[in-house]
């Protein structure tokens, strides 16, 4: 059974900085590409970061990028997310997800989500 | 960069009735967009992926069409399960992005 498990998550206050991980188990992690997403409270989805199966190619949605790093350990099983410069606006559930084989980037398998919340 | 654009942005229905959903982007992106289901505290579900092929497990209920900028995500027979809210999301190209989405709730 596919699973993902995020964790990190938490208070912090504008201009800090936060790591986030997804565990994953359930699958040959290495072979799946991943990606972040995050929630507002009371928003829609908005797609945040993109890593390969093998780590080298990585995309980032504008509102993050030069923030946000988006990484992962292979032999671990886990997926990170570094989150520095923090802003109000960065206040969301964070869900990791995995890309669908066939179309990298659709994203067939979700985690709970970890909460994020950015304030003085 | 594309913008997906999900219209109407609420849906009132009952069970049993059909439910037309729509998704338009800003410029073409082939077929390669997705339809997905979130239940309130609950994480999004694959429905749909590539315009219309559906995910493992999603009932036959639910079904896409489109291709280019226009796109349906249809409900032929709305089961009490099915109130929630629907997103589409592009992978033509990066940065992906998801529309605002679809609340379908119950008349």
């Known amino acids: 059974e596919v699973q993902l498990v995020e964790s990190g998550g938490g208070l912090v206050q504008p201009g800090g900085s936060l790591r986030l991980s997804c565990a994953a188990s359930g699958f040959t992690f290495s072979s799946y590409s991943m990606h972040w997403v995050r929630q507002a409270p009371g928003k829609g989805l908005e797609w945040v970061s993109y890593i390969s199966g093998p780590g080298g190619t990585r995309y980032y949605a504008d509102s993050v990028k030069g923030r946000f790093t988006i990484s992962r350990d292979n032999d671990k099983n886990s997926l990170y997310l570094q989150m520095n410069s923090l802003r109000a606006e960065d206040t969301a559930v964070y869900y990791c997800a995995r890309g669908l084989k066939a179309a990298a980037g659709t994203l067939d398998y979700w985690g709970q989500g970890t909460l994020v919340t950015v304030s003085s | ?107």
């Open chain 2, 1 to 107: 960069e594309i913008v997906l654009t999900q219209s109407p942005a609420t849906l009132s229905l009952s069970p049993g009735e059909r439910a037309t959903l729509s998704c338009r982007a800003s410029q073409s992106i082939s077929s390669y967009l997705a339809w997905y289901q979130q239940k309130s505290g609950q994480a999004p579900r694959l429905l749909i992926y590539d315009a219309s092929n559906r995910a493992t497990g999603i009932p036959a209920r639910f079904s896409g069409s489109g291709s280019g900028t226009d796109f349906t995500l249809t409900i032929s027979s709305l089961e009490p399960e099915d109130f929630a809210v629907y997103y589409c999301q592009q992978r033509s190209n990066w940065p992906s992005c998801f529309g605002g989405g679809t609340k379908v709730e119950i008349k």
